[in-house]
């Protein structure tokens, strides 16, 4: 189980932080994926079960970071820079291991998400 927080309002250029609290122990590969109203799921970041980033969107590079803390269990999404085109809601997810790509491609379960919402 997964449990996303951190997602608010914000103006473009502005800044916030998600978590993903992990139910316990895990040597999945956590990522973190977004849906904006009338687009599809897409993948922003995954993180390996040894906290080495391995999959950035491209338009997200450089602005955002993700973290994995695994004594505590969790898994962070850092944004900076936010433009009004990042507000969707913001899901985490797990998988066996991070792919190289998400055209299509899914997470194994995930969380209920949480809105981020950026103002122009």
């Known amino acids: 189980q997964l449990v996303e927080s951190g997602g608010g309002l914000v103006q473009s250029g502005g800044s916030l932080r998600l978590s993903c609290a992990l139910s316990g122990p895990t040597s999945d590969a956590i990522g973190w994926f977004r849906q904006a109203p009338g687009k599809e799921r897409e993948g922003v970041a995954c993180i390996d079960r040894d906290g080495i980033p391995l999959y950035y969107l491209d338009s997200v590079k450089g602005r955002f970071t993700i973290s994995r803390d695994n004594a505590n269990n969790t898994v962070s999404l850092q944004m900076n820079s936010l433009k009004p085109e990042d507000t969707a809601v913001y899901y985490c997810?797990?998988?066996?291991?991070?792919?190289?790509?998400?055209?299509?491609?899914?997470?194994?379960?995930w969380g209920q998400g949480t809105q981020v919402t950026v103002s122009s």
């Open positions: 997810g797990g998988d066996l291991i991070c792919y190289s790509s998400y055209e299509g491609v899914g997470m194994d379960y």
